[in-house]
């Protein structure tokens, strides 16, 4: 695939994994992004995750075809696209590495070599050239990791950007980019908004046609506009959309009852609400709603004098990464002794300008008139 | 006085400074060049607080 006339896509899809990181279901799989940049001297731009190394050198071996490469230029060095950084090296003798100088102990640590003859240690502001195409390196520590560097080409306005902008779902599955970008994002990424910030400050004195990302598609015009805008908006913590998640952790389904309550009370008033049952959800797709809407509503059943494992998980989840600037209502239920939302709103401290909503609403097992009424109250306070 | 890195938590502590960069013990924050970087994550002066 063509990026543009000199640079050539080589990354792989990969449909055989469950959990991305271990942590994050990838249904649609995800694609291990590589490109190459050809010219008189001929860069590529990151390697593969440990399965997909013969694939990558084939296509590789296509697109060269008959050259050899003078760089492997790694950006990042997660394991999905450091793994297989030790076949094209011992495939292409000649060739070296070019990184940050915090990437090479990592890469010494990961796999026993840091290729101390064969590197070249690149910093903000430095610049190879590959002939016509000149790269310069742009700094990017902890997005979202520290070694992270993007690459700019000035030749063909192209931004490498690592895992930055990078979404789940292979390459053959089509969708539209936000959705899994934006749970990528807030699930791999979220906590790092002002280091986000700093990239997209330097990011915005380029001209830029195309941003190649580690996953997912390569962007370009309104595609590219879009997910500027997203990012700069995301990384500021600043609401996406109006709307309000409810976020329910049940016991005997009470509390998901009050839940479901307070969600009609707020669509009939004409607000858009998104229930997440924490207990069963993909926990990262109820972290970017609560980071997507302005409004979030915790509802959770007391559970040995705490709060139900789900919402403290959730909860967790949220403050680890940075989540500030929303409004909040919480939900409690308790047979004999509510603590949820004591709780809850001890877990909430950390987080920076929440505004907590009166009334808290305590159901006492069941909803009754008291609760239902408090419920109201609650939907009223939230518009 | 100390001086934390919000993203990792690595200390700048004035009294001990970093010799390993250079810099020597008692040297103030503020009088630190203004590309220092946090040794651990690579941040800038910018996201360390009083610790």
Redesign the interface.
Known sequence: MHVTNDIRYIGVDDHQIDLFEGLYPVPDGISYNSYVILDEKIAVMDAVDTHFGAAWLDSLRAVLDGRTPDYLIVHHMEPDHSASIALFMDAYPEAVIVASA?AFPMMKAFFGNEYAERRMIVKEGDVLSLGRHRLSFI?A??VHW??VIMTYDQLDQVLFSADGFGKFGALDTEDEWACEARRYYFGIVGK?G??VQ?VLKKTSALELRAICPLHGPVLKEEQLTEALRLYDLWSSYQPESKGVLIAHASVYGNTRAAAEELARLLEEKGEKVVLQDLNRCDIAEAVEDAFRYDRVVLAAATYNADVFPPMRQFITWLTERGYRNRTIGLIENGSWAPMAAKVMNGLLQSCKDITLLEPVVTVRSALNDESRQALAALAEALL | MKYVC???GWVYDEEQGYPEAGIAPGTKFEDLPEDF??P?????KD?FSEE
């Open positions: 915090k700094a520590p902890m520290p070694e790092y002002a280091q700093s | 919000e993203v990792c970087e946090c651990l994550c690579g941040v800038g996201q």
